[in-house]
């Protein structure tokens, strides 16, 4: 970041090389929508290529630059007029390539996802950024402008309403299994991430590749 604020014009294109395929992957599956997640995340790069400058080094790199495309990405859910299809994966999609899948497979996913759509976008945004990205509780109140304690009840809650929106999905695997079905649980978390972690696999580096940055 440095080295690009001190003119150098290959270092912009290096922090995009790093921290791209987790942009896509919060734009994507905040967005749910291929040329929206597109949009949010070029237009984010273009804000940190231009706002470089006021980059203080208050938070890591990687929190800085996730912080500008959550900000795009709520920007384009408040404009959105109207709901987007989710459509299936393409055959050769890369959440298809490299893996054996079957059709309940894909349908579980697109479940998930439409799951995950059903929240409203603050428990969402919350629920991609520390179950599906991993970034500590920390990290994500630092994005979003907002308390640690706010991210843990909008986590809680998010996780909440999955549990009852995909609650038959643990109870169709346990039947598949031969296993019992599950003893209610007071907490309502679905195995903690596991709802959607089911879905950190939708998109691959290739999504991120045709995210371009007109510099």
């Known amino acids: 970041m440095r080295a690009h604020v001190s003119g150098d014009r290959s270092a912009f294109e290096e922090l995009v090389r790093r921290h791209r395929d987790r942009l896509w992957a919060v734009a994507m599956r905040t967005l749910a929508d291929r040329e929206e997640a597109a949009d949010a995340v070029q237009d984010a790069l273009l804000a940190a290529y231009r706002g470089a400058e006021r980059f203080r080094g208050d938070s890591a790199v990687t929190t800085w630059l996730h912080r500008i495309v959550v900000n795009s990405c709520l920007d384009r859910l408040r404009r959105r007029q109207v709901r987007p299809t989710v459509p299936l994966p393409e055959p050769d999609s890369p959440a298809l390539v490299g893996r054996a899948t079957t059709m309940p497979d894909v349908a579980t996913e697109i479940t998930v996802r439409e799951a995950l759509r059903g929240l409203p976008e603050e428990q969402r945004m919350v629920l991609v950024l520390v179950d599906m990205e991993g970034f500590p509780v920390a990290d994500v109140a630092a994005m979003l402008g907002i ?69």
Do not use: F, I, M, Y
């Not at 903690?192 to 995210?211: F, I, K, L, M, P």
């Open 147 to 215: 308390a640690e304690g706010t991210v843990k009840s909008r986590c809680a809650r998010g996780r909440a309403r999955l549990a009852v929106a995909l609650g038959h999905l643990r109870l169709d695997t346990r039947a598949g299994s031969g296993a019992p079905p599950p003893a209610p649980r007071g907490s309502g978390r679905v195995g903690n991430r596991g709802a959607t972690a089911a879905v950190g696999s939708e998109q691959g580096n290739d999504d991120a590749e045709g995210v371009t940055h007109d510099l």
